[in-house]
């Protein structure tokens, strides 16, 4: 099983900066605990409708950090840190953030160097495939030729990674 | 800041710090907003109009413009990137609707600036 590992994210996207790669794992850590996991915990990840497994591993933070940060952002950027990961070991990279309203958060290229603007959304408890209905209508009315969608579940982690035609 | 990897870690802080501004602070929002569409223009002279990066850079440069309230900037780019005919469909109908955007302020602001009338006046030593 493949190991993800939150705390080095930066080694998969040389282009993410220092601070938001250390943004976005203490989000992903933080909306995990509050979940009840522990690191270790096994992600399902669908992607392009195959399906894997891997075990996400990061440094423990502990309740008090999650009280300083927004309960929103931690969902929303915490799904970044996973996905981020999730795709980092899949030869994917950052390329750089996209502006919001643009309907899509990242500019990443894939394993076979197609660009791609990449959304990503959270959930901790609600239903995988409403959210991803949801985030597939919003990065539909993105302007970008190549997109792809992904949404994460934090209740159970789970993930699900897709291409919009 | 040249290099396209170094503009693309730039462009991606300042989009950060950019929407991470205070409503109240608008004058460093916008200053930071057309540091922005300085990056993504930069990006977008480096890119082709028919990859993903220089669509982003394309439509992120008119936008950044269009939130720094450069709406004469907004314009221009708008007008020379969708005359790229190597752009793809949405990017391009994304542009054309910023320029409609960009235009409809301008013609609002230029409504709404004072006349400046020539007056008769003789200056004696």
Known sequence: VTTLDLERL?????????????????CAALALEARGHEPGIELAIE???????????????????????????IIEDGADGVTLAVIGTRKWRVLRCLQRGTYADWLVVDETGTERALEIAGTAEGNLATALRREQGQVDRSPYSQRSVCVVRFADPRLVLEHRP | VTDLD????????AIADAEGMPDERFRDAAAAWLH??????????????????????RIGA??????????????????????DATLGERPRAELERLRSQAEADLATLTTRDPQILPVNAKIVA
């Open chain 1, 47 to 73: 992607v392009l409708e195959n399906r894997d497994a891997a075990r996400v591993v990061w440094t423990r933070r502990g309740p008090a950090n999650a009280s300083m940060r927004n309960a929103h952002r």
């Open chain 2, 62 to 83: 008119v936008r950044a413009a269009l939130q720094g309230r450069d709406v004469g900037l907004a314009c221009e780019l708008a007008r020379l990137y969708v005359a």
């Open chain 1, 10 to 26: 930066v080694e998969a996207h040389p282009r993410l900066p220092l601070v938001r790669a250390a943004e976005l794992a203490e």
């Open chain 2, 6 to 13: 170094d503009l693309y870690e730039a462009v991606s802080r």
């Open chain 2, 36 to 57: 922005v569409a300085r990056l993504e223009r930069a990006i977008a002279e480096q890119t082709s109009a028919s990859t993903v990066s220089g669509e982003a850079a």
